[in-house]
């Protein structure tokens, strides 16, 4: 990919959305570039595609984020199983308050 394919590249993918002609400056470029022609077309099919769908409207399912997060990697990411930190928060919180029940109970006079 060349230099001016690398700047026209959003010009391309802007003009494909709105549906109009490439900026002037690169338009020359543009319209003998395959490389261009053929990403502002999969753009212009992407964006036509994206409008056939805004009228419609879906329920996300319950559990996106977490599947989102979990095929994060790095900071963001969460634990992939999140069965055994549940399982450690709830052991940890029953012994708590099973010692906490234990040392309020009431003792015989």
Request: net charge positive; proline share 6%; hydrophobic share 50%.
């Amino acid at each position: 990919m060349s230099l001016v394919c690398e700047v026209a590249a959003p010009f391309v993918a802007s003009s494909a959305v709105d549906d109009t002609e490439v900026a002037r400056p690169l338009r020359r470029h543009t319209s003998s570039c395959l490389k261009c022609q053929a990403r502002h077309a999969a753009m212009l099919k992407t964006a036509r595609a994206l409008r056939a769908l805004q009228d419609e409207q879906a329920e996300a399912p319950a559990d996106l984020e977490w599947r989102v997060m979990s095929s994060l990697e790095g900071d963001l990411a969460m634990a992939r199983s999140w069965r055994m930190p549940v399982a450690v928060v709830a052991g940890v919180v029953s012994m708590a308050a099973a010692i906490l029940f234990w040392r309020l109970r009431p003792r015989p006079s």
